[in-house]
């Protein structure tokens, strides 16, 4: 049987580096996921780094995960990963600072980005999106907003579709 989150994130904050290894195994694809939600035009950092960045924000959750909180691994690492790659961003100055200095980012996205998919999409919509780019599962979105699975899934096709048409590429 295999040994749950909790379980390996308790033995790898006590030190034990195989059961921080199978942790970081089983959530190498997150890192890789929040990394491709990450738009930045004219970007100096490739997508590498920020891959790299986001291990390293695994590291520090599978470190320093409470197993006794509210939240799960997934959400708790998904946090330290996003908020690893924003640092990385920011020190790489790839997050635009001009014209707008006020208004760079928003939960880690480009402000008039983000500002243009807000108004592009549903509340409905944005607030799945948000939970998506978090890398919550369907499951998670559905059970957290109380809709339907299908509905989620339909609104994520309809999201896609929006921002394709908005960016003018594949999504």
């Not at 749950?4 to 921080?20: F, I, Q, V, W, Y």
């Not at 590498?48 to 590291?59: E, R, T």
């Not at 998670?140 to 809709?147: N, Q, Y």
Request: hydrophobic share 45%.
């Amino acid at each position: 049987m295999a040994a749950s989150d909790n379980e390996l994130a308790a033995a790898a904050k006590a030190g034990d580096a195989l059961a921080e290894e199978q942790l970081i195994a089983r959530y190498m694809g997150l890192v890789k996921s929040v990394a491709r939600s990450f738009f930045v035009t004219g970007a100096e950092l490739e997508r590498d780094d920020l891959i790299q960045a986001g291990m390293l924000g695994l590291v520090k959750a599978a470190r320093s995960f409470d197993a006794g909180g509210k939240a799960s691994f997934k959400t708790y690492a998904s946090r330290c990963v996003r908020n690893s790659m924003v640092d990385e961003l920011r020190r790489s100055s790839a997050l635009p600072s001009d014209p707008l200095p006020e208004s760079t980012v928003e939960d880690g996205h480009p402000a008039l980005l983000w500002e243009a998919i807000s108004a592009e999409l549903s509340p409905e919509e944005l607030s799945v999106l948000e939970m998506y780019l978090d890398a919550c599962s369907y499951k998670e979105i559905s059970e957290k907003l109380g809709i339907e699975l299908k509905r989620v899934d339909n609104l994520i096709y309809s999201m896609r579709k929006k921002l394709k048409r908005m960016l003018g590429e594949g999504v």
